[in-house]
């Protein structure tokens, strides 16, 4: 920063390193560094949405009111004054000093409208979080164009233009920039990619990845730094947002080597769930019907008990699934009802009266009396659960802590469903993902039967 003259047009300086190696640290001191040597006087500081724009400039005016700022560079840290004593701005959008700098926060979902001060234009613009993991390509055309026909064009004749932000995905703004592929900020200089670790090593102890090699581009972020995050994150998360690793070969649990456990040795369970991934067909064309059954350990450990996947008839499956329940003591079933809606109601109750009446059949009249049939319970994947790979993602974290355990048995086709994710199909993989779900943050609706259940419980009393 220490080259940017007022008058001048400098060439932009793009930055592509991993999250933790303080990216916006960095990008919001240059701001007050520009105001402090008065070579810059208005700035923009842009992010994807409006609210982490408004996080960011409000960090900088948390800097500009600190005591050394206060110290050495008093007016830059006085709010500017109107000439009746009013503040001419110090909000979560707008800072303006006593001393000429403003600094205004834009996101791009809200545009560049009545973003301005008297005539003038932003001598400096910064990009900061501009890309979202999971950004579609709309979504990142949009922001580009936003960028470049509404931000870009406001700048004055000397802009100085940042752009900060790790790579996230191979087809985000950073991407385009850091190969080469974007048409705009064509003179820019380019930091990185630079990963957190140089040369990383790594291998699974125990279900829980260490750091075994590889030299931390700075100290700020060292080797056990690096491992508290990927303890905190997960691996996946910390290579694609440290290492820049969006383009890995191979599926996103290539990676996961599964724990296992004999069925013998199960510990004691504090809550089991049984979910169904349904089709609404049975032809040879249809999706494959998804059965997934796990149990919760003191331990917050999740074990997979029971895995099945095929084309049957909904009955069937549901069936299936009312079976299983009742051998592993879930008090329901869950469906995903994206496809049939209210339908899978009426289906569950016919398979329901179906499995009653053939067990009544198969074991004594003490034996039925005990059984506990489980209730039926629903979510939906447009609930905001995200895509199939977002839900995917979410389950991956806790394989990565060494927090999912197989249980030996039908755990060859799990593992055989998630390693060939995203290839269909993908119905088992989303039905163990409902389970996993409901094991770990209660699901479709669980809460509220348990209270309800409750409730008539007490009234037996």
Sequence with gaps: MTGIQAGARPRPFTAFWGRGGAKSTNAEAAVIDLGARGVRRYCWYVS????KADSHVENIGAMLESANVSKYYPELSRRMIGKYGNSKGWRRNRLRTASGLTVDS??????ARGMKIEDARPDIIIFDDVDELHDTLAITTK????????????GSTDCAVMFIQNLIHPQ????????????????????????????????????????TGGVATWDGQSLEVCQQQIDTWGLSAFLQESQHDVDRAGGIWNHIEFQHEDYDKLPVFTKTAVWVDPAVTTTDDSDSMGISAGGLAASDKIYGLYWWEGITTPEDAIS????KAIEVKSLTVGVETD??????????????ASVKEKMRGEV??????????????????GAGYGSKAERNFKMLVDYEHGKVIH?????????????RFPNKPLDLADSWFWTWNDLRNGAGGFAEFARRRLEAMKKKE
Excluded at 143 to 154: A, D, F, G, W, Y
Excluded at 173 to 189: E, K, P, Q, V, W
Aim: no cysteine.
């Design 106 to 111: 834009l996101g791009l979902d809200t545009g």
């Design 407 to 419: 249980v030996l048995g039908t755990h060859t086709v799990i593992e055989k469903s998630l390693k």
């Design 143 to 154: 922001k580009i164009q936003t960028i470049t026909q509404s931000v870009l064009p406001s």
């Design 320 to 323: 299936r699934a009312i079976r």
């Design 364 to 381: 004594s009249a003490e034996e039925y009396a005990k059984i506990v049939w489980p209730s039926f319970i629903e979510d939906k994947a």
């Design 48 to 51: 994807g949405t409006q609210d």
């Design 172 to 211: 985000s703004i950073a991407s385009m920039l850091a190969d080469g592929r974007a048409d705009f900020l064509t003179d820019r200089i380019v930091s990185g990619p630079h990963p957190a670790v140089e040369g990383l090593v790594y291998e699974q102890k125990n279900g829980r990845f260490v750091i």
């Design 339 to 352: 496809q049939g809606g209210d339908t899978w109601q009426s289906v569950y109750a016919r398979s329901l």
